[in-house]
């Protein structure tokens, strides 16, 4: 899974039906340190996340049919599976100090 | 899934089963910002879309499930026009 940050929402009415009253968020992949990083991109919504959220994002297409139960026929491929309470993780900073980022 | 741009079309008449009969348009990738992300793709269209139209489009094999016939093969399909982008939480220009 990727670690990204909600940006925001496309609105789109002429769409493919599996897209029917889905929420289509736009996320941009960060770090922990919540740098960016890459491109954004967008998923459909399964957590009930909004701007600014950090979330959990799937990007693959098996796991999406099964979490949506909307036959084999889905052509989505990214879908937010969780929002993020807390990042901690061991930066590498030399040998001297080891320090913890604690992004919230 | 991500957003892009139609900026043209292409016409092929000799190619695989199952590409008959549907619309083949030029897409340039785009980020929220409308910056291109990667170089420009090749995309069956399912919403009827046109040249110009902003549009957000799925990838690699999921793609092929955009389509009635059971898998084509594509791997980038648009399934949706695009209204409105609302990004209030992006800050500044993108990465």
Request: hydrophobic fraction near 40%; charge should be negative.
């Amino acid at each position: 899974m990727k670690l990204c940050r909600v940006l925001g929402n496309v609105v789109a009415t002429a769409k493919h039906p599996v897209y029917e009253g889905q929420r289509l968020l736009i996320v941009q992949p960060i770090e922990p340190s919540g740098e960016a990083k890459g491109a954004s991109f967008l998923a459909v919504d399964w957590a009930q996340a909004g701007p600014g959220d950090r979330v959990l994002v799937m990007s693959e297409g098996n796991g999406v049919r099964q979490v949506v139960q909307m036959g084999s026929q889905v052509p989505v491929r990214s879908l937010i599976v969780g929002i993020v309470d807390e990042v901690d993780v061991e930066v590498e900073r030399g040998e001297a100090e080891r320090g913890e980022v604690k992004a919230r | 899934m991500y957003l892009g741009r139609v900026i043209g079309t292409v016409v092929a008449s000799n190619k695989c089963e199952g590409l008959e009969g549907i619309k083949l348009l030029v897409v340039q990738p785009l980020d929220d910002d409308g910056q291109p992300t990667r170089g420009t793709e090749v995309a069956v269209d399912t919403v009827r879309a046109g040249t110009g139209d902003h549009v957000y489009l799925v990838g690699s094999r999921e793609a092929a499930l955009a389509l009635e016939e059971s898998f084509v093969p594509v791997d980038a399909a648009i399934v949706g026009i695009v209204d409105q982008v609302d990004a209030p939480a992006r800050k500044g220009p993108a990465p």
